[in-house]
């Protein structure tokens, strides 16, 4: 089809010059000494600004409007009509955004990590808080640019989450909270009943990466078209199907963090590696929504990763790589240890009970700041007297409290209930695998885990962004999105471990 044709060839230079700055991206959080940041920002406010000019500009609209005509009357499941429906949404969500704004947001946001690293070493939200201010603003100017109807917030959750509102996430939170809060409770009445000191002893750096490494090439992660490397914040990106890099960290005195978050990395690279080579530098590649490609990372992360028979297949190897430290622990004693339960102070290193309330924390201060109703000067005490009321802990300090993590440096407000969205479907998804495949968890146990990654690859992978998250949720599940399969899933799960 030629107009198709014609697209795709116009679209793919912006598409290059996307790639082009997520590998400074890349290079930027890996590689890049600190006096590199200042030339960094302006080359990737370069970028950004050419594939925007490049993506928004009037051959980009005459062409589609050619696509559009041309697909009129093919079934709505073709290729060719999916990809029409994905750059005409992306396309009217950019052409809203003057260039100015973008080229400020691409400066800022690069300038801000920086600052946002020094703050965070030295505690000192102070510094941080003026460039929080502009980011927020900047974020503002976004969201009445790209325009909304009821909650500000939408037209930012929007650009993550296509199609989900403000409104609807509080629903599901509400529905979530009133069944978590209490059994979170009843959790933490019996902390003690799970021994995990275990992990907390000292565990070789090297030997935690080799065998790291073994775990997410078992996986069925693909070297030959990805590599892994550190970062402080741990995150995966793409420049092609065939280039999918991740990335994680190291804790020499705490075992699960590299481990489990090189899973989870592994599990959007499995996503990403899985779209058809036929949407190779289309704008059909990639995932979804975010929420839907976190479910992919905590489906491997947590319901994979976290479960008996995958260390029924993996215990024996880290024993071995560990004998000292776990020689003597048994795999019934360190499954439940590595799902312990504990009142943590950041989502990366909460449990799957908790993981959820620092969601809601982040949810409602980004829309009380948004809209006004807090000040980044009383932002440091919202933060902390939320964290008693949820998790009965107060941050010590503003860099273990507001300062922990990159997400709003980057500029990445609105993303954050995507976290809580991926972590209830996963379970969704994973129900529905099992109800197809019941072999599934007895594969694992034997260390295969191709009959769940086929799985996922026939019902999620390979379809790229051809199908609207609602609509490919119902596709696979038969359902919309809904929080009562997590819950069960919990209660089954650490009912068990904590005897309640
Ligand atoms: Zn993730």
Redesign the pocket.
Known sequence: MEPIEKLNAHLADALNLMRAAAVLGWDQQTYMPPGGADARAEQLATLSKLAHEHFVSDETGRLLEDAERAVDGTSPDSFEAALVRVVRHDYDLETKLPTALVEAIARETTRAHGVWVKAREQNDYAAFAPTLERIFDLMRQKAEALGYEDRIYDALLDQFEPGMKTAQVAEVFDGLRSELVPFVQQVFARLDAVDHAMLHLPYDVSKQAAFGLEVVKQLGYDFSRGRQDIAVHPFTTNFSINDVRITTRYLPNFLPSALFSSV??AG?ALYEQGGDQSLENTMLAGGVSLGV??SQ?RLWENIVGRSKPFWQHFYPLLQKTFPEQLGNVSLDAFYRAINFVSRSLIRVEADEVTYNLHIMLRFEMENDLLEGKLSFKDAPDAWNSKMEQYLGITPPTDREGILQDVHWSSGLIGYFPTYALGTLLSVQYWDKALADVPSIPDDIAQGNFATLLEWLRANIHQHGRKYWPDELTRRVTGEPLQYRSFMRYLRSKYGEIYEL
């Open positions: 989870h990395e959007h490609h976190e990372s």
